[in-house]
């Protein structure tokens, strides 16, 4: 057997490359507005400066480090420390996520992994893996961490589906304990990607006696650096170090994860260092933040997410392709990035549906903006003058809404922006129960292919859209299963093509996020290039 995976054994696979669903209203008939020209439009991709800090730069020797810190999270308020909840898995939910618990494995980068709560691990074929736990670690209610806790916690994720934790958990067939520390994973297919799955903070491992005894407070209970102390939803949530970790103490003593939903707040609460780090400084102030680099540090880096226009398909209106594709020649990519995000946005340049990440198909022509092709399709589609409803949530994106609104009024489309917190937004548009018609989000791909399965899968966490093709399910189920370079590349390829043909939604730009610290902060790392992981975040005093 193969001792810590990797990618294994070349598969013989046959994948259907079949054409897409027909829309739900009509077969479309591109004689209705011109058709796009194939070009050679890429996808810009944000790069950050070259006199950007090294946030994860080691502190120096014989520093002295600050007992407390005090953290403003993006524009994500932390609505449950749960990711057993639809509303458990914005960004910010995520940073707590990585504090409080640990997984098996853990992101080396570059396709490689680390052990964290496996010591070792083994697969022959990529869909029966067996790891060896390490026996020195306990939760933070005392319990010792067995291999029926890895046991539990599949368990417990499949029975949530539309959550994060049941999307990195769905694929376990059989989860069994062979040993008081070392379990067996057998998934239902092959998963090139499931050491992917187990890295990620969502896949944190849960403790069975603390969910048991108190629903509401035991998700919070994990084997981490940090434990929960206090929390107050959509404001804070309170985190102390867990001077018994396996992994030794962490720099930092306390740590409170806030949410300030005023953008001048925030900025006011930096400069005055009553707050040591924000995520979500406007894209107005950060260049003053930038330009003092006495008293502040500002990190720049570049998302694989992307912020989309998607479309509800359930929905008669909203799942007609000529409706789509009336919004998708109505709107400029272009004035709604600068609005929403001025220089800290980058508009989509391709047509096609995917995140900066591996596998992207770049040679799908973007739909252009052409109002007269807009009319025409609008008058083929099944809209008969009613008001669409435009759901989302977070400042940046809210913004966008309203340009998009102004944007399809040119073509006599009337839209009402419905702006919420992102909790609400996520459980307004499950994919079972999804209330609105169209929305503007965030698809949260990571660097690997895979999770895409995690926005186009039915029942997936970031299925926003309710997107169901039977045809896209089998590809990427299938696209597991392959472990050929070149093969996955043309694989999901395919993909994006099939998708461009009846697509479920838009993109519309990615962000160039930053963050902003006070002096002598350090240690943070963006993971898998989008989400923070603040386990070594510290601050050093003069």
Known sequence: MKKRTKRALALLITSVMCLGLLAACAPIDDTAAPATTPGTNQAATPTEPATAPDPTAPPPEGAQFADFLDIIVDNNPIAVVNPLSPAGSPSSTIWVYNLI?????????????????????????????????????????????TAEDVVFTAQIAQEHPGTIAFDRWRDVEEATAIGTHTVQLVLSD???????????????????RALSENPETGSWVG??????????????????????????PAITRELVLRFVPEVSTRFTMIQNEESHVCFSISFVDLPVLEADTENFVVYRWSPVVMSYLGFNQTDPLASCLYFRRAVASAIDREEIAAVARGDFAVPEKSGTLWGLTEFRNDDIPIIPLDLDAARAYLERSVWNGETVELATAIATNVVAAEVVQSQLQRIGLNIEVNAMDPAGLASYVTFDNNQSQMIIWVGAFSPNAGSAAQLF????????????????????????????????????????????????????????NAAAGVRGVAGIDFMFGDFACMRNIHR???
């Open 101 to 145: 618990y640990d997984r098996l494995v853990t992101f080396l980068g570059e396709g490689q992994y680390g052990p964290m709560l496996a010591q070792s691990w083994e697969t022959d074929d990529n869909q029966t893996f067996i790891f060896h736990l390490r026996e020195d670690v306990y939760f933070h209610n005392g319990d010792h961490l």
């Open 190 to 208: 092959v998963n090139v990607d499931f050491m992917f799955e187990m890295a990620a903070a969502s896949a944190g491992i849960l403790n069975q």
């Open 223 to 248: 084997t981490g650096p940090y434990t929960v102390t206090s929390f107050s939803t959509n404001d804070y949530v309170r985190l102390e170090r867990n001077d018994d970790y396996w992994g030794g």
């Open 457 to 512: 899968l039915p029942f997936a966490g970031q299925n926003r859209v309710s997107y169901n093709n039977p045809v896209i399910t089998q590809m990427l189920e299938e696209a597991r299963g392959i472990s050929d370079l070149e093969a996955r590349r043309a694989h999901y390829f395919r993909i994006q093509e099939i998708m461009a043909e009846d697509p479920p939604g838009f993109n519309l730009f990615f962000l160039i």
């Open 540 to 542: 050093v005093l003069d």
